[in-house]
């Protein structure tokens, strides 16, 4: 059988054809009449709806004036077709916009004279396709039906616009032919099943790429193929909602009724962009649909699928998740290439847009991977209508598109449009026309298609497939649907829309409606139909007996990663605790290589003298804490580890500390990177400042890093209290995504912290917050007491809390957070003016072969009988350490104080607190902190101190309790901290004066 472009070909081209008649012949057929336009001088009789055909008279040729306004006419349903075009499959839409008049037959009506002949031939303009590539001339007449999708007519002397019917008869023709032809009419212009925003993209070649998809008659014929396989997937979606229904209908399943169409639409998408060469797929998105995309897209096992609705025990670790939030990773065949394809559905909580940066990161880590080519990896977001309006993270993801160290070589957005959230109208969920107006600061091109065509969703996923390939950037395919229930099955929606749900009711789903108009076409038999049906009614009906034998879930069977990163646990216990300094004579080497100026470059007199500075201190044996960070990046890049260090102002540092990259103070833009340029390195650095959003960049990081276990991910927040704007990220991803996922992440988070005068917005990195995240039991702290459980309490935590008082320590918990055997997240506060204090160095010694993280620092070492005189063991962690010091000197009190400084904090080092607090049995216990009472460490310590030493009192010095994280005066910061110091020297005085 010959194709359906084929024979439309044939149609347009024979000779003598009967022409096609519109069965709305009567002026009571029309339904809503429309303004009629003055009679022109010679009213033409009734044709065809193509105008060009042989069979007409030769028309007159358009002068050059007319031209000029049929190039605006044009422009004019590019721009603001989508207006007009019926894109609501409720027609709730189109009837309540109030612009729809600007486009359309008032639009043209404006634009052309009054007498204008329509059949006049026009030089079609270099920025329009209409003609198809056949021809570049056309009858105004034609022109304006190509673009708006409705027949011009001419009624008793006048010229009436009326919709081209849904079924066009073509007299004497096959009933394939028939079908062809609808095709091309329903699907080739801005007015239709698809409206086409793309004015705002930026560029002249991107804008005639999508006319020419979107425009040619032709290019909306979709093969036989790709329709059966729709229709496919349409009755799989439907199916299993169905199944879903009849057998769980009590239990909360979020379907997809409503928009089925979805699921034909991401296989499409994804056939289409595995046919362009991309191999691996990243999806995100909310609930709604979730369950009937892992099944029916990603080709999750359906009995373990069934199985989660049954009430089972988790057979290994982990709280796990409900069911709608769960991930998927399947590997499996392309239909269009035969190659296998790996798609992943990352896992996400409630925050229905959080996942859509962590998404952008995991590609972006899968591109750079060194074997892999970045085109073949490619994410896909499915948002929500109301999410994406109403969450600020989908405009930072958008923002951060384009951005050199963020971007993917363009994702594919799919708005699943249900024209509700919850119970909201789209009028009471955002100001904007479009919930995708969002994407419009960056120009991505947006088609807004009628869930109730599905060809026309296929044709848009497969254009946006394309242009994805073509152009490595952003495009929205907006599928506007509705939701056949409420916000979830238990929801009555009638209550608060009941004249849509009246609608919807009373409306028969697309797969009915898509599937008889494939049988009409010949394209499909009933039997063949229903064979569809019965396959998948079969498969659901094994699966579930298969589910009936489940006996428990598995947390790993819904990893979103294609293998477990973390090591069977019979294999941490023995291993110890990773050695990772390096030979002098290496480090001296890298120093020397990143601290000295390049040749050729005009320096800043600051900087010069910085990198002077440091290298000088080197050369004497001592680093600071830029030194020290610079080293063990440094280092890792030698040992072929991959290093991405991003954040707010870290390229300078936000305290001007690290300057790690150079700027020539001759010529604006001339920059160099010396840590890119370290001898013998087998890695590269990503080194990025961030944008001012932490939201979607601490997502973005969380993505990347969870990607690769063999690099060291860091994002700094320009202050620690920043990171409040990225609470979710912290709470949902960093802290319980290995609980409820089995999502493993060894992420670096760096926090400014400390009180230091600067008021309440830029002291605390709020530890408290963190700590009351890690899940370490303080009950176990004898059993955890014992040498070596280091790694036991690693394993059985989800956060590491670290806070180094010295470089050293900044060094080696760097570096071990690759050579651990397990990957848990770390939370590394770091200081400000601290950075600058004579006394913050270390010994290059100390970071030399043999040495290791410190997780808590004594001490000095002292005779038994110096000891015993100790009257007061301070423990404390970060500045006041130095403060502390300083004080005691000052007062004469270093023979009856001791200070240990917690680096670690969690897991908390309890045997090498309880060897210090043995050292000195004679002294009493103190927790010294900067912040106030409710605040900092002081209730996790208090709690894991008074389990290990039920026998000895712990006290408290600090600030009072307050709700503010700081004060904002500079008098009364100097008064707490004089009051803390005096606090902290006062037993010991009285003491000593006795």
């Known amino acids: 059988m010959l194709s359906e472009q084929k024979l439309v070909r044939e149609y347009l081209e024979a000779e003598g054809g009967t022409a096609p008649r519109s069965p709305y012949d009567a002026e009571e057929e029309v339904g809503v009449a429309r303004r009629r336009l003055p009679p022109p001088p010679s009213p033409p009789p009734h044709r065809r709806l193509a105008a060009a055909s042989s069979t007409m008279r030769q028309p007159l040729l358009a002068t050059s004036r007319d031209h000029s306004l049929l190039q605006a006419l044009v422009r004019s349903y590019q721009a603001r077709g989508h207006l007009a075009a019926r894109i609501d499959p409720l027609g709730v839409w189109f009837s309540g916009s109030s612009d729809s008049a600007a486009v359309g037959a008032e639009r043209w009506r404006r634009l052309l004279p009054p007498d204008a002949d329509l059949d006049t031939l026009y030089c079609l303009p270099e920025t329009t396709f209409v003609g198809g590539g056949e021809t570049d001339r056309l009858p105004l007449r034609e022109i304006i039906a190509r673009l708006e999708l409705e027949e011009l007519t001419d009624r008793s002397g006048g010229v009436e616009i009326v919709p081209t019917p849904s079924l066009l008869v073509i007299p004497g023709k096959k009933a394939s032919v028939a079908a062809a032809w609808r095709c091309v009419c329903r699907q080739a212009a801005y007015c239709g099943p698809v409206g086409a925003e793309y004015q705002l993209t930026d560029s002249f070649e991107q804008r005639q790429w999508l006319r020419q998809q979107l425009e040619p008659p032709q290019n909306a014929l979709l093969s036989a193929a790709v329709r059966r396989r729709a229709l496919d997937k349409l009755i799989a979606a439907h199916a299993f909602e169905n199944f879903l229904s009849a ?17 034909p639409a991401l296989c499409q998408l994804m056939e289409g962009a595995a046919a362009l060469g991309v191999d691996t797929f990243q999806l995100g998105m909310a609930h709604r649909g979730r369950l009937n995309v892992m099944a029916n897209v990603c080709r999750a096992p359906l009995h373990k699928l069934f199985a989660l609705f049954v009430s089972l025990p988790f057979a290994d670790s982990g709280s796990g998740d409900i069911k709608y939030h769960l991930g998927t990773h399947q590997q499996f065949e392309s239909a269009s290439t035969g190659r296998p394809i790996r798609v992943a559905l990352l896992a996400n909580p409630s925050h229905l847009e959080a996942v859509c940066a962590v998404v952008m990161g995991r590609t972006r880590a899968l591109q750079r991977l060194s074997d892999r080519d970045p085109g073949k990896v490619m994410s896909i977001l499915v948002h929500g209508d109301a999410a994406l309006a109403g969450q600020g993270v989908a405009y930072e993801c958008a923002q951060l598109s384009r951005l050199p160290a963020y971007g993917v070589g363009g994702t594919v957005h799919v708005v699943l449009n249900n024209q509700a959230g919850f119970t909201a109208e789209p009028a009471a969920s955002r100001s904007s026309r479009y919930c995708t107006d969002v994407f419009r600061v960056t120009g991505a091109p947006v088609l807004h298609v009628n869930a109730d065509s599905p060809d026309a969703v296929v044709r848009c996923c497969r254009i946006a497939a394309a242009f994805r390939h073509k152009f490595a950037r952003d495009i929205v395919v907006d599928v506007v649907s509705y939701r056949r229930h409420g916000h979830s099955e238990h929801d009555d929606p009638s209550v608060t829309q009941p004249h849509r749900y009246k609608m919807i009711r009373e409306k028969a789903p697309v797969t009915e409606y898509y599937q008889e108009k494939l049988i009409s076409e010949g394209l499909l038999s009933t039997e063949e139909a229903e064979a569809i049906w019965s396959k998948y009614d079969t498969l659901f009906k094994q699966e579930m007996s298969r589910a009936q034998r489940e006996t428990s879930h598995r947390l790993q069977d819904w990893s979103d990663l294609p293998a477990p990163r973390q090591p069977p646990a019979e294999a941490c216990a023995p291993l110890a605790f990773p050695v990772t300094g390096l030979r002098a004579d290496v480090l001296q080497a890298v120093a020397e290589a990143v601290l000295t100026p390049p040749a050729g470059m005009q320096l800043h007199t600051q900087v010069l003298q910085m990198l002077s500075s440091r290298l000088s201190k080197l050369r004497q044996g001592v680093i600071d804490w830029p030194t020290a960070e610079m080293l063990a990046v440094a280092t890792l890049l030698r040992q072929g580890f991959p290093v991405r260090f991003t954040g707010q102002d870290v390229e300078t540092g936000t305290f001007s500390q690290r300057h790690w990259v150079l700027h020539d103070q001759r010529a604006e833009g001339q920059r160099r990177t010396p840590l890119r340029e370290v001898p013998g390195a087998r890695a590269q650095l990503e080194l990025s400042n961030s944008p001012v959003c932490e939201y979607a960049a601490l997502g973005f990081e969380v993505g990347f890093a969870s990607a690769n276990p063999r690099q060291l991910v860091v994002w700094e927040a320009q202050f620690g209290d920043f990171c409040n704007l990225a609470q979710p990220v912290i709470d949902q991803f960093l802290a319980a995504g290995e609980a409820k996922w089995g999502r493993s992440c060894g992420l670096v988070l760096m926090c400014p912290h400390g009180l230091e005068g600067e008021g309440p917005e830029h002291s605390s990195a709020r530890v408290e917050r963190f700590l009351q995240l890690c899940a370490d039991d303080a009950q176990r702290a004898k059993e955890l007491a014992k040498p070596g459980a280091f790694l036991q309490q690693l394993r059985d935590t989800n956060l590491q809390v670290v806070c180094c008082s010295s470089p050293a320590n900044l060094f080696h918990a760097l570096r071990r957070q690759v050579a651990m055997p397990l990957r848990k997240p770390l939370v590394l506060l770091t200081h400000k003016a601290l950075l600058r204090h004579p006394d913050m160095l270390s010994s290059l010694y100390d970071i030399a072969e043999d040495t290791q993280f410190q997780r808590l620092l004594p001490e000095r070492d002292c005779s038994k009988e110096q000891a015993a005189l100790i ?83 712990l006290q408290f010095v600090g600030r009072p309790p307050a709700s503010a994280p700081a004060t904002g005066s500079s008098w009364k910061h100097h008064l707490e901290e004089r009051t803390l110091l005096d606090q902290a020297m006062q037993l010991a005085t009285e003491k000593a004066a006795e």
């Not at 057998?247 to 699921?263: A, P």
């Not at 403060?883 to 104080?897: H, M, P, S, V, Y």
């Not at 908390?908 to 000195?920: G, I, N, T, W």
């Not at 912040?931 to 996790?940: F, L």
Request: contains cysteine.
């Open 871 to 953: 009257s007061k063991l301070l423990f404390c962690m970060g500045r006041v350490y130095y403060d502390l010091c300083e004080e005691r000197k000052f007062q004469g009190l270093t023979d009856a104080i001791a200070l240990a400084r917690i680096e670690q904090l969690c897991p908390f080092p309890y045997d090498r607190v309880l060897a210090e607090v043995q050292r000195f049995p004679n002294a009493t216990l103190y927790w010294v902190q900067q912040e106030h009472k409710n605040q900092g460490a002081w209730s996790y310590v208090r709690e894991r101190l008074c389990s290990l030493l039920p026998d000895r009192e």
């Open 247 to 263: 057998n769980w209908g009590s239990v909360r399943r979020f379907g997809i009724e409503g928009c089925e169409v979805l699921v």
